[in-house]
């Protein structure tokens, strides 16, 4: 992932659930990669870039994850939203 610099813990936190979430589909090597890119999740293409993900999914709000609203479909604005667990 590039080197980024932040403004806040707010942006700091944020970015941490963005590479998380590219983790955990990508790196093959990720403990959680067979729940999730093992099986196909994917994350969708405008989210290769941090800013997209921050413009289409705003500041992550106090004590909330990103959640897929159908579990089996893709990490995408249509399909994510801040949800307690």
Not at 15 to 25: F, I, K, N, P, S
Not at 33 to 60: L, P, Q
Request: aromatic share 12%; proline share 6%; glycine share 8%.
């Amino acid at each position: 992932m590039p080197r980024v610099h932040f403004r806040s813990e707010d942006e700091r936190a944020i970015y941490r659930v963005w590479v998380g979430m590219h983790d955990r589909c990508r790196r093959t090597t990720h403990p959680m990669y067979h729940r999730y890119g093992g099986r196909g999740i994917k994350v969708c293409e405008r989210w290769s870039t941090f800013e997209n993900f921050v413009d289409d999914m705003g500041a992550r709000p106090p004590g909330l994850t990103l959640e897929r609203k159908d579990n089996d479909g893709p990490y995408a604005k249509w399909n994510c939203e801040w949800a307690s667990n």
